[in-house]
């Protein structure tokens, strides 16, 4: 039992019963020193020390929830970013597909990072290719592909200053595979998003944008304010920063 619990990682007590080992025994196997308890419903080996990504790699392959690294943080792990946070405390982004509460030994835990959890119905169906895997030696995990990533974060985009960052992030994303994006963009449910992240993209000049068959990828009608004082994009129908406002490409 010990040996199938990957190092730095988190076994729930319905795993373990999946093992064959019930609550009782999973008590007994901490009182001889052999798990320590992490929180209700959740040990790990002794003397191990999991950290935030241990437990992800529980919610997703022992309690099969959707969650997964979204948005920044996803890019940040992938050494997609401008600027990565260094040490404890930094901020992470999690997203689930769909509605779902993570469980209370996850969240009341204090880990070495600040997890915050966004459900969105961002996609009616992820294609292929739109989530990746990072491996941790002993265990992987799940995280958004940039492609889809940066979608995520413009998602999540609702202040001036956030808005500009997802510039700043789509900047650095000159080898996006229009492959994987074409598809995100015609299953994504948020007008708002498709129409922010063309026009960033339209601005960036990145060759793959060349490659996109816009008359598949629904926009809507009307107008949308996205930036507060900006100005009215005439393609896309958005309001958006005035260009003295943005660094030069």
Same mark, same amino acid.
């Given at each position: 039992?010990?040996?199938?619990?990957?190092?730095? &990682?988190?076994?729930?007590?319905?795993?373990?019963?999946?093992?064959?080992?019930?609550?009782?025994?999973?008590?007994?196997?901490?009182?001889?020193?052999?798990?320590?308890?992490?929180? &209700?419903?959740?040990?790990?080996?002794?003397?191990?020390?999991?950290?935030?990504?241990?437990?992800?790699?529980?919610?997703?392959?022992?309690?099969?929830?959707?969650?997964?690294?979204?948005?920044?943080?996803?890019?940040?792990?992938?050494?997609?970013?401008?600027?990565?946070?260094?040490?404890?405390?930094?901020?992470?982004?999690?997203? &689930?597909?769909?509605?779902?509460?993570?469980?209370?030994?996850?969240?009341?835990?204090?880990?070495?990072?600040?997890?915050?959890?966004?459900?969105?119905?961002?996609?009616?169906?992820?294609?292929?290719? &739109?989530?990746?895997?990072?491996?941790?030696?002993?265990?992987?995990?799940?995280?958004?592909?940039?492609?889809?990533?940066?979608?995520?974060?413009?998602?999540?985009?609702?202040?001036?200053?956030?808005?500009?960052?997802?510039?700043? =992030?789509?900047?650095?994303?000159?080898? =996006?595979?229009?492959?994987?994006?074409?598809?995100?963009?015609?299953?994504?449910?948020?007008?708002?998003?498709?129409?922010?992240?063309?026009?960033?993209?339209?601005?960036?000049?990145?060759?793959?944008?060349?490659?996109?068959?816009?008359?598949?990828?629904?926009?809507?009608?009307?107008?949308?304010?996205?930036?507060?004082?900006?100005?009215?994009?005439?393609?896309?129908?958005?309001?958006?920063?005035?260009?003295?406002?943005?660094?030069?490409?």
């Amino acid at each position: 039992m010990l040996q199938s619990i990957p190092r730095g &990682s988190v076994v729930t007590t319905s795993y373990l019963a999946e093992l064959g080992i019930s609550s009782q025994l999973a008590r007994k196997y901490a009182q001889s020193g052999w798990l320590d308890r992490l929180g &209700s419903g959740a040990f790990f080996r002794s003397g191990d020390s999991p950290d935030w990504l241990g437990a992800l790699y529980a919610l997703q392959s022992q309690l099969h929830l959707s969650v997964h690294v979204g948005a920044v943080s996803a890019l940040e792990l992938q050494g997609r970013a401008h600027f990565v946070p260094l040490g404890t405390g930094r901020r992470v982004t999690l997203v &689930s597909d769909h509605r779902e509460h993570l469980p209370k030994w996850f969240t009341a835990h204090r880990w070495s990072v600040a997890p915050y959890h966004y459900c969105m119905t961002l996609f009616d169906k992820l294609p292929d290719g &739109s989530t990746a895997s990072l491996n941790r030696g002993d265990f992987s995990v799940a995280v958004s592909a940039p492609e889809r990533a940066i979608l995520e974060e413009m998602y999540l985009a609702n202040s001036n200053s956030a808005i500009k960052h997802s510039l700043l =992030l789509m900047e650095g994303l000159s080898t =996006l595979r229009p492959s994987a994006v074409q598809p995100l963009l015609e299953t994504c449910t948020s007008i708002k998003v498709k129409r922010l992240f063309l026009w960033a993209a339209e601005r960036t000049q990145h060759s793959w944008m060349d490659q996109l068959d816009l008359s598949r990828i629904e926009l809507g009608t009307g107008k949308r304010q996205l930036y507060k004082g900006g100005y009215l994009h005439p393609t896309y129908l958005i309001t958006v920063p005035q260009e003295e406002e943005l660094p030069d490409v």
